[in-house]
């Protein structure tokens, strides 16, 4: 069997699925991995899939790829972009699409499988393949580990896996130390008292009370986190009310935060709930409510093994970088499979963005952004050989 990995990879971009509801997308997973002889485990944590491929004495190495997608909708005009709609965890119904390369990531790992069948002669050890659900909300490796990832298959020695970035095909970057930050959601609700708009002395207004947080919590980062350091906070959604006549009686905003280490990253927690219980007490409000998500941990790639995997790819990819120290502040779970497993981990970046675009100055889409549009046809193969021959490092 010779997998069409292109026509595969459009297939998947077209159509997306949201957080634990992968089910198309894991069917097609096993459906292939089951085809290129592995042995397969569906339904771990609600929607993973996992194939092990033993050849042999050896090292285990876990190569992960995320499966979900965005509620995003596409504008990328490509004659395979989604017009898939899921139902998000409120119950509303949603566009969505593959705004941050999950579909490559899935596609690059069939394709890596693919060729160590093919090659068994020329490697032993054990290769564990993860797909994994849910990275787009920081919950499917977690809920992986919980039902049994770590003890139902071999421990690894090393866990491998690449994220598409908005760099040029043929870039290939790993870094070694912090690579990725941090991340926590929190959701506030300001418990005020609601009343008629026209008397608002009869009210505890929490609307007022949230919009000061809001604007107050835009000093964590510039006064409380030192400028040689790094943290974000994002108020990305604030609801309250029904009608311009009516105060409410709660207001709710959601809080993302990303740091650098943990330090900050306490600190920064520290912060906004400090902020929040004082801008309720000067609003003459109850105590607000904070409830926070199951977050991820800084991403720390293992030194040694970062440079074992940098050197095992700069042969096949001319571009493979040292990333140095460019942490990106974006998140990740697949640390936590490390964690968990008790082994290093070595993550990298993979360019798949049309390298003419660079030399004409034009906008580069980014990640999670409605015209994230990988080149496939290019960056397929370029990911395939980067992750073939990190695996080669451990297993040739």
């Given at each position: 069997?010779?997998l069409?990995?292109?026509?595969?990879?459009?297939?998947?971009?077209?159509?997306p699925?949201?957080?634990?509801?992968?089910?198309?997308?894991?069917?097609?997973?096993?459906?292939?991995?089951?085809?290129?002889?592995?042995?397969v485990?569906?339904?771990?944590g609600g929607?993973?899939?996992?194939?092990?491929?033993?050849?042999?004495?050896?090292?285990?190495?876990?190569?992960?790829?995320?499966?979900?997608?965005?509620?995003v909708?596409?504008?990328?005009?490509?004659?395979?972009?989604?017009?898939?709609?899921?139902?998000?965890?409120?119950?509303?119904?949603?566009?969505?699409?593959?705004?941050?390369?999950h579909?490559?990531?899935?596609?690059?790992l069939?394709?890596?499988?693919?060729?160590?069948?093919?090659?068994?002669?020329?490697?032993h050890?054990?290769?564990v393949?993860?797909f994994?659900?849910?990275?787009?909300?920081?919950?499917?490796?977690?809920?992986?580990?919980?039902?049994?990832?770590?003890?139902r298959?071999?421990?690894?020695?090393?866990?491998?896996?690449?994220?598409?970035?908005?760099?040029p095909?043929?870039?290939?970057?790993?870094?070694?130390?912090?690579?990725?930050?941090s991340?926590?959601?929190?959701?506030?609700?300001?418990?005020g008292?609601?009343?008629?708009?026209?008397?608002?002395?009869?009210?505890?207004?929490?609307?007022?009370?949230?919009?000061?947080?809001v604007?107050?919590?835009?000093?964590?980062?510039?006064?409380?986190?030192?400028?040689?350091?790094?943290g974000?906070?994002?108020?990305?959604?604030?609801?309250?009310g029904?009608r311009?006549?009516?105060?409410p009686?709660?207001?709710?905003?959601?809080?993302s935060?990303?740091?650098?280490?943990?330090?900050?990253?306490?600190?920064?927690?520290?912060?906004?709930?400090?902020?929040?219980?004082?801008?309720?007490?000067?609003?003459?409000?109850?105590?607000?409510t904070?409830e926070r998500?199951?977050?991820?941990?800084?991403?720390?790639?293992?030194?040694?093994?970062?440079?074992k995997?940098?050197?095992?790819v700069?042969?096949?990819?001319?571009?493979?970088?040292?990333?140095e120290?460019?942490?990106?502040?974006?998140?990740?779970?697949?640390?936590?499979?490390?964690?968990?497993?008790?082994?290093?981990?070595?993550?990298?970046?993979?360019?798949?963005?049309?390298?003419?675009?660079?030399?004409?100055?034009?906008?580069?889409?980014?990640?999670?952004?409605?015209?994230?549009?990988?080149?496939?046809e290019?960056?397929?193969?370029?990911?395939?050989?980067a992750?073939?021959?990190?695996?080669?490092?451990?297993?040739?």
């Amino acid at each position: 069997m010779t997998l069409d990995l292109l026509a595969l990879y459009q297939d998947l971009h077209a159509h997306p699925e949201l957080g634990f509801q992968e089910h198309r997308t894991a069917g097609i997973v096993a459906t292939e991995l089951e085809g290129l002889g592995l042995d397969v485990t569906t339904g771990i944590g609600g929607t993973g899939v996992v194939g092990v491929l033993t050849n042999g004495a050896g090292p285990v190495v876990w190569l992960r790829a995320d499966m979900d997608g965005l509620p995003v909708e596409e504008q990328t005009g490509l004659s395979y972009a989604s017009t898939h709609h899921g139902t998000d965890e409120t119950g509303h119904e949603v566009p969505t699409m593959h705004a941050c390369g999950h579909d490559i990531h899935v596609t690059w790992l069939l394709g890596t499988l693919e060729r160590l069948v093919a090659t068994q002669s020329e490697w032993h050890g054990t290769v564990v393949a993860v797909f994994q659900p849910a990275e787009e909300v920081i919950s499917g490796a977690r809920a992986m580990i919980d039902d049994g990832l770590v003890d139902r298959f071999p421990k690894p020695d090393v866990v491998l896996g690449q994220h598409s970035a908005p760099a040029p095909v043929g870039m290939v970057a790993v870094g070694s130390g912090p690579v990725m930050a941090s991340s926590d959601r929190l959701t506030v609700t300001f418990n005020g008292r609601g009343a008629h708009g026209s008397a608002p002395q009869a009210s505890l207004d929490p609307v007022v009370t949230a919009a000061s947080a809001v604007v107050r919590l835009q000093t964590v980062v510039a006064r409380e986190v030192a400028p040689s350091d790094a943290g974000v906070v994002t108020v990305g959604s604030f609801h309250a009310g029904t009608r311009a006549n009516i105060i409410p009686d709660k207001a709710v905003i959601e809080i993302s935060t990303r740091a650098r280490n943990e330090d900050t990253r306490a600190r920064i927690i520290a912060s906004i709930e400090r902020i929040v219980h004082a801008e309720s007490a000067a609003g003459g409000l109850d105590a607000p409510t904070i409830e926070r998500a199951p977050g991820a941990d800084v991403l720390v790639n293992d030194s040694a093994n970062a440079a074992k995997v940098l050197d095992a790819v700069r042969p096949v990819v001319a571009k493979a970088v040292d990333l140095e120290s460019g942490l990106a502040m974006a998140s990740e779970d697949v640390g936590q499979l490390a964690t968990a497993a008790g082994a290093p981990i070595v993550y990298w970046f993979t360019g798949i963005t049309d390298p003419e675009l660079f030399r004409t100055g034009a906008d580069i889409p980014s990640n999670h952004s409605p015209f994230y549009a990988p080149q496939a046809e290019t960056a397929i193969p370029v990911g395939v050989e980067a992750l073939v021959a990190a695996v080669g490092a451990y297993l040739r």
